[in-house]
């Protein structure tokens, strides 16, 4: 049984005076669940397996910059697993939802299939699930954890044969994702991200820049067209495990080529320095770009991606977003893997920090705040800023859970606990 807290009556009493809350302040709540829930939240697949993938066994693998750490049980062992995993963290979750699939998940029966060679057969579980849950689907080419990632280049590599390996398993992928978006009949972001780079000083950073904008180049013109089916994005990053002291990829560059190519620039809370302010970014880049790929993570002392919780720089994100009405304009997904916890929990607890963000940033009361502004009226600014935080918002998540016919509050966790004790512990 459900406390008295969390039963719908309770709820829906707490709610009315939250609304009413609101409303004297030019909120309307109703409309701001109504937006939160629209708004699509990509899961990423990798966190349910430890970013492990399904490829077939293969010498000389290594995880090109990417480490799960920790040792939970219950890790998702094969895809049949991971999406029975994914079934329950869906229906504990309010509002859309799509799935994020990177390239090493391809189920090939068993048989090694090198990445230039993949195909949308080798996705057609995917495609068949995500037919059956009535999501989208998004894609990444998986540019690490692989023999021709062992030198730590890949599309901006000095050996040719390297780079055609990569620029070959790019074509392939925005071939999958347009394959994707026409069987599921929504455009598939197709996403770019390199591990590229040096641990110590390089004398050369020119060349493998111009060699990774002319690898992309070549990636982008095949397939020609199709590009309201394929929206390709790049992500840029300060540094990472193995390119401390340079990245090849970085966000200049591909700010530059995103802007130059007419791509969508990526940013990811856990690729910047810990004092920069990504939610500052929106408004700069907005002005220029027609949409912004946002991928929420949580850095903890580095790009750690740890699950994302409501910070502050998650609720600043997007109640930057909200105030200048772009929620249309940028794509939402998820990015971390913690191996230190449960898996589902860790997917619910991250989906729903971000989607709650969402709704923080559609409940801001925008109008009294710029009416201060444009009066002149900083102190009142601040103050109305500062009561904004205190606001009863919890009772209009809650409202937007019952309504979005997932379980409210922390009530989800009895379903976690369930599925821990008959299908988790039974891995091994």
Known sequence: MPSPSTSRPAISAAYQLARAAYAERGVDTDAAIR???????????WQADDVRGLEAPRDGLDSGGIMATGGYPGRARNGDEMRS?????????????RLNLHAFYAETNGKPVDRDA?????????????????????FNPTYFAHPKAASGYTLSSADRGVRQFWI???????????????????????????????????VDRWGPRARLVESLDAILAEPKGGQDLCVDAVEG???GLGSEDYVVGSQEF????????KVVPCLDLGHYHPTESVADKVSALLQFHPRLLLHTSRPMRWDSDHVVILDDPVRALFNEIARG?????????LDFFDASINRIAAYVIGARATRQAILLGLLDPTKLLRAADAAGHGH???ARMEQAKSMPWGAVWDMLCIRGDTPPAETWLANVTRHEIKVLAKRT
């Open 380 to 382: 009142e600014r601040l």
């Open 85 to 97: 995993d994914l079934d329950l963290v869906l229906k504990l979750l309010p509002g859309r939802h």
């Open 254 to 261: 591909y700010l530059s080529y995103s802007l130059s190519r």
């Open 118 to 138: 993949l195909t949308p057969a080798h996705f057609a579980r995917w495609l068949d699930w995500a037919k059956a849950a009535g999501i989208g689907l998004d």
């Open 168 to 202: 070959d398993h790019g074509r392939a992928c925005r071939r999958i994702a347009r394959h994707f978006a026409r069987e599921l009949d929504s455009p598939c972001v197709h996403n770019h991200w390199i591990p590229d780079g040096a641990k110590d000083q390089p």
């Open 35 to 45: 937006r939160a829930l629209a708004v699509p939240v990509s899961l990423h697949c």
């Open 325 to 333: 009405n772009a929620l249309g304009r940028v794509f939402v997904a």
């Open 237 to 239: 990053k300060l540094f």
